[in-house]
């Protein structure tokens, strides 16, 4: 499966943005897709993720409240729309697919296990 994340720009302090994440070339039901993201001089960081075909997502306690993921089966996209952004949450946004089969919703946060993964999109948080 290939990913295109898009949706990054500019935004100021307690503004929102919403990324998507298309994908295509594979069966959308069969995969749980993630965010992660990667600031700078940072690891990388797990944001959130779902399930498509059996539900249920994990998210880090990091962004909980803040951010909310969801998916459009018809498009094959799943959604990152983030709310009440702070300066912290500057980083590249990155999404990431793996078969569903899989993960049990606490390893949803493992990026080992995702098979494919996206370009990224920067987010940036400022004044």
């Known amino acids: 499966v290939q990913l295109q994340a898009s949706g990054g720009g500019l935004v100021q302090p307690g503004g929102s943005l919403r990324l998507s994440c298309a994908t295509s070339?594979?069966?959308?039901?069969?995969?749980?897709v993630g965010w992660f993201r990667q600031a700078p001089g940072k690891e990388r960081e797990f944001v959130t993720a779902?399930?498509?075909?059996?539900?249920?997502?994990w998210t880090s306690d990091s962004v909980k409240g803040r951010f909310t993921i969801s998916r459009d089966n018809a498009k094959s996209t799943v959604y990152l729309q983030m709310n009440n952004l702070a300066p912290e949450d500057t980083a590249i946004y990155y999404c990431a697919a793996g078969e569903e089969r899989k993960f049990i919703l606490s390893s949803l946060g493992l990026a080992r296990l995702y098979d494919s993964w996206g370009q990224g999109t920067l987010v940036t948080v400022s004044s």
């Open positions: 779902l399930r498509v075909s059996r539900g249920g997502t």
């Open positions: 070339g594979g069966t959308f039901s069969r995969y749980a």
